[in-house]
Protein backbone atom coordinates (compact mmCIF):
# COMPACT_ATOMS: atom_id res chain seq x y z
CA UNK A 1 0.00 0.00 0.00
CA UNK A 2 1.09 3.56 -0.34
CA UNK A 3 1.86 5.68 2.44
CA UNK A 4 -1.47 7.58 2.34
CA UNK A 5 -3.02 4.43 2.88
CA UNK A 6 -0.19 3.36 5.57
CA UNK A 7 -1.41 6.69 7.18
CA UNK A 8 -4.58 6.05 7.23
CA UNK A 9 -4.19 2.17 8.34
CA UNK A 10 -1.70 3.39 11.06
CA UNK A 11 -3.67 6.83 12.34
CA UNK A 12 0.20 8.36 11.51
CA UNK A 13 0.59 11.53 9.41
CA UNK A 14 2.53 10.66 6.29
CA UNK A 15 4.74 13.23 7.46
CA UNK A 16 5.65 11.50 10.44
CA UNK A 17 5.79 8.19 8.74
CA UNK A 18 8.68 9.28 6.55
CA UNK A 19 10.28 10.85 9.37
CA UNK A 20 10.08 7.26 10.88
CA UNK A 21 11.43 5.77 7.80
CA UNK A 22 14.23 7.96 7.73
CA UNK A 23 15.60 6.96 11.54
CA UNK A 24 15.30 3.14 10.53
CA UNK A 25 11.70 2.51 12.53
CA UNK A 26 10.13 0.93 9.53
CA UNK A 27 11.89 0.03 6.08
CA UNK A 28 9.35 -0.41 3.70
CA UNK A 29 9.91 -1.69 0.02
CA UNK A 30 10.30 0.10 -2.92
CA UNK A 31 7.65 -0.39 -6.21
CA UNK A 32 9.58 -0.06 -9.70
CA UNK A 33 8.61 3.44 -9.94
CA UNK A 34 10.48 4.02 -6.82
CA UNK A 35 7.38 4.53 -4.24
CA UNK A 36 6.97 3.69 -1.10
CA UNK A 37 5.00 0.17 -0.76
CA UNK A 38 3.66 -0.57 2.48
CA UNK A 39 2.91 -4.44 3.88
CA UNK A 40 0.68 -4.70 6.69
CA UNK A 41 3.53 -5.30 8.91
CA UNK A 42 4.77 -2.37 8.26
CA UNK A 43 1.67 -0.51 9.12
CA UNK A 44 1.25 -3.03 12.10
CA UNK A 45 4.50 -1.63 12.73
CA UNK A 46 3.64 1.84 12.40
CA UNK A 47 0.39 1.23 14.71
CA UNK A 48 2.90 -0.14 17.52
CA UNK A 49 5.16 2.87 17.37
CA UNK A 50 2.25 4.99 17.67
CA UNK A 51 1.16 3.16 20.64
CA UNK A 52 4.29 3.58 22.66
CA UNK A 53 4.97 6.58 21.46
CA UNK A 54 0.91 7.89 22.57
CA UNK A 55 2.53 6.20 26.51
CA UNK A 56 5.59 8.63 26.10
CA UNK A 57 8.78 6.23 25.16
CA UNK A 58 11.20 8.25 23.31
CA UNK A 59 12.22 7.40 19.62
CA UNK A 60 15.04 5.28 21.23
CA UNK A 61 12.87 3.19 23.52
CA UNK A 62 10.92 2.36 20.46
CA UNK A 63 13.43 1.34 18.24
CA UNK A 64 14.63 -1.11 20.92
CA UNK A 65 10.67 -2.44 21.71
CA UNK A 66 9.79 -2.67 17.95
CA UNK A 67 12.89 -5.08 18.22
CA UNK A 68 12.15 -7.01 21.12
CA UNK A 69 8.65 -6.99 19.98
CA UNK A 70 9.49 -8.65 16.94
CA UNK A 71 12.00 -10.85 18.43
CA UNK A 72 10.34 -13.60 19.20
CA UNK A 73 13.26 -15.18 21.41
CA UNK A 74 12.77 -12.13 23.51
CA UNK A 75 13.09 -11.61 27.41
CA UNK A 76 10.26 -10.30 28.83
CA UNK A 77 12.36 -9.12 31.40
CA UNK A 78 14.13 -7.05 28.74
CA UNK A 79 11.07 -5.41 27.93
CA UNK A 80 9.83 -5.02 31.57
CA UNK A 81 13.16 -2.79 32.03
CA UNK A 82 12.55 -0.22 29.61
CA UNK A 83 8.95 0.16 30.67
CA UNK A 84 9.96 0.53 34.14
CA UNK A 85 12.87 2.99 33.52
CA UNK A 86 10.33 4.52 31.43
CA UNK A 87 7.61 4.78 34.39
CA UNK A 88 10.19 5.77 36.69
CA UNK A 89 11.13 9.08 34.23
CA UNK A 90 7.49 10.28 34.53
CA UNK A 91 6.84 9.21 38.18
CA UNK A 92 10.11 12.11 38.48
CA UNK A 93 7.98 14.57 36.53
CA UNK A 94 5.19 14.21 38.25
CA UNK A 95 6.56 14.58 41.31
CA UNK A 96 8.37 18.06 39.94
CA UNK A 97 5.25 18.87 38.33
CA UNK A 98 4.07 18.46 41.53
CA UNK A 99 6.55 20.85 43.21
CA UNK A 100 5.77 23.31 40.88
CA UNK A 101 2.02 23.33 41.01
CA UNK A 102 2.92 23.73 44.95
CA UNK A 103 4.81 26.66 44.71
CA UNK A 104 2.74 28.84 41.79
CA UNK A 105 -0.02 28.03 44.25
CA UNK A 106 1.85 29.52 47.15
CA UNK A 107 2.78 32.62 44.99
CA UNK A 108 -1.00 32.83 43.50
CA UNK A 109 -2.12 33.10 47.19
CA UNK A 110 0.53 35.57 48.17
CA UNK A 111 -0.31 37.83 45.39
CA UNK A 112 -2.99 40.12 46.33
CA UNK A 113 -3.21 41.12 42.26
CA UNK A 114 -4.22 44.86 42.72
CA UNK A 115 -2.71 48.10 41.32
CA UNK A 116 0.05 48.20 43.27
CA UNK A 117 3.79 46.78 42.09
CA UNK A 118 4.47 44.50 44.76
CA UNK A 119 4.04 41.12 43.24
CA UNK A 120 5.38 38.36 45.37
CA UNK A 121 5.22 36.20 41.79
CA UNK A 122 7.75 38.54 39.95
CA UNK A 123 10.16 38.61 43.44
CA UNK A 124 10.25 34.88 43.60
CA UNK A 125 11.22 34.48 39.73
CA UNK A 126 13.43 37.86 40.34
CA UNK A 127 15.04 36.26 43.41
CA UNK A 128 14.21 39.20 45.17
CA UNK A 129 12.60 40.43 48.54
CA UNK A 130 9.11 40.51 49.09
CA UNK A 131 8.82 44.78 46.92
CA UNK A 132 9.77 42.95 43.48
CA UNK A 133 11.38 46.27 42.66
CA UNK A 134 15.21 45.65 42.78
CA UNK A 135 16.96 45.45 39.05
CA UNK A 136 19.82 43.00 38.28
Not at 20 to 39: C, K, T, W
Not at 50 to 72: M, N, P, T, V, W
Amino acid sequence: MNIKDAARASGLPAKTIRYYEQIGLVVPSRRANGYRDFSETDVHNLAFVARARALGFSIEDCHALLALYQDKSRASADVKAIAQRHLDEIEAKIRDLSEMRDTLSELVLACRGNHRPDCPILASMSGAGESGNSEA
